[in-house]
């Protein structure tokens, strides 16, 4: 390990290490684990440095393992000093305690240490909790940093298939930090960050559930939590955004189909998709996508697509993003994706034989070849119409 010469330490007792956090939780549930998080207690950040960690940058002091590449953080204990989640003062120091470290910690699932010698260290019954399929604060200062309420959330989905649900005292708190307006420090890319990882699970509604169970899916998504009912029972799975998401499961979609799938139901004409993608700081493509795709479904509803107009006006929208769109379909609307994907494969091919290469070689250019382009492909998209109805 490389840490256990004392004579560097300004404290008596060399330091100790243990395992802290997700992994210890995973590998007691079974789960394989892919990063480890340690604690080094009774060390100062000298002693790491003289030892060859490398200090990483950020608020606390945390240091990167020379061979592994693991993080290592000091002990510390946190107390609040303002609002949001950076009004915390931090002490570190070779008398922070293990037990210290633990109680700052949101979940007692998350706050078990495992030492080198493989013993679990287990103040607030974190094994007892996993067992009883519990998810419940460490004590009453969780509330103090809103994050806790969206990794609450993204583990009652990821953990859903243990059965895992919410502590009676702990849904309590998450409605005091709902009622103390709390969540509005959240930054949009943090929950956008954690609903990424809900929606990744195999039961992505439970993340919104949860949120909407204690009233922060009102403050956070206001339009998707007018549309639901709050207490979550078997009979919300028919909820149109459940229903997408789970077809969106079973289809094994890709992550922006996830998030557009479920960002549909969360603006509206108060809402926009443009403010949305913003404070969610969505990258360009999916918050191109969630445009096209509520484009595309505002057209179904107005148009009847029964003849070449309608055609002409709608194929350019599936230009970049088209089969992402044709999924979202399928997710969103599976009847109606039945009946309008092979027509809309069957106008694709009409107007592709019409080839704009073929009208400039023929001598046609500038507005009057657009013109005569469109006019060819409406022809041939009438008589393609003709022959399907
Ligand atoms: P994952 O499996 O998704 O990595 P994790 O529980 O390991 O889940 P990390 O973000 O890696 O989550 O954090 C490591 C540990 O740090 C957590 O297990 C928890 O003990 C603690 N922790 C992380 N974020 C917070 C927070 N906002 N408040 C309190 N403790 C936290
Ligand atoms: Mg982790």
């Given amino acids: 390990m490389g840490i256990d010469n004392p004579q560097s330490s300004q404290s008596a007792e060399p330091p100790r290490i243990y395992l802290v956090g997700g992994a210890v ?26 030892r060859g960690f490398e200090p990483l940058p950020g608020d606390f002091p945390v240091f990167r393992h020379p061979e592994t590449g693991e993080e290592y953080a000091l002990a510390r204990r946190e107390t609040k000093t303002g609002s949001g989640y950076h009004g915390f003062s931090v002490e570190t120091g070779p008398d922070v305690t293990l037990e210290e470290d633990l109680a700052r910690r ?8 495992e030492d080198e010698q493989g013993n679990i260290i287990d103040p607030f019954n974190g094994r007892e909790d996993l067992e009883l399929g519990l998810l419940r604060h460490v004590t009453p200062a969780w509330v103090e ?13 990821r953990f859903a298939p243990w059965g ?18 709390e969540l509005a420090h959240l930054q949009g890319a943090r929950v956008r960050q954690e609903m990424e990882k809900a929606l990744m699970t195999d039961r992505p509604w439970r993340f919104f559930q949860v949120l ?26 028919q909820a149109a955004p459940w229903q997408v998401l789970s077809r969106a499961v079973e289809a094994d979609a890709a992550l922006p189909l996830r998030l557009v799938g479920i960002l549909q139901y969360a603006v509206d004409a108060n809402h926009p998709a443009e403010q949305l993608s913003a404070w969610l700081a969505l990258d360009r493509s999916t918050s191109a996508l969630l445009r096209e795709w509520l484009d595309l479904r505002a057209r179904l509803e107005s148009a009847s697509f029964r003849n070449a107009d309608d055609w002409l006006d709608l194929l350019p929208l599936f230009r970049q993003r088209g089969e ?22 069957m106008a694709r091919q009409a107007a592709g034989r019409v080839r704009g290469e073929e009208l400039r070689q023929q001598g046609w250019e500038g507005r009057a070849l657009g013109e005569e382009l469109r006019r060819r ?11 399907t109805t």
């Fill in 324 to 345: 992402a769109l044709e999924q979202l379909l399928s997710l969103s609307m599976p009847e109606l994706a039945a009946d309008f994907l092979p027509r809309l494969e």
């Fill in 145 to 157: 940093d809103p994050v806790r309420m969206l990794r609450i959330a993204r583990f009652a989905a």
């Fill in 164 to 181: 895992f649900r919410v502590a009676h005292g702990t849904h309590g708190l998450m409605k005091k930090m709902v009622a103390s307006g």
């Fill in 377 to 387: 492909r409406k022809e041939a998209l009438t008589s393609a119409l003709e022959n």
């Fill in 106 to 113: 949101d979940l007692t699932i998350n706050a078990m240490a």
């Fill in 212 to 237: 909407h169970a204690c009233g922060a899916l009102e403050q956070l998504f206001p339009v998707l939590a007018r549309g639901l009912p709050q207490e979550a029972h078997d009979g919300d799975d």
């Fill in 25 to 50: 939780r995973d590998r007691l549930l079974g789960l394989p684990v892919v990063d480890r998080d340690w604690v080094v207690v009774g060390a100062t950040q000298e002693d790491m440095v003289a």
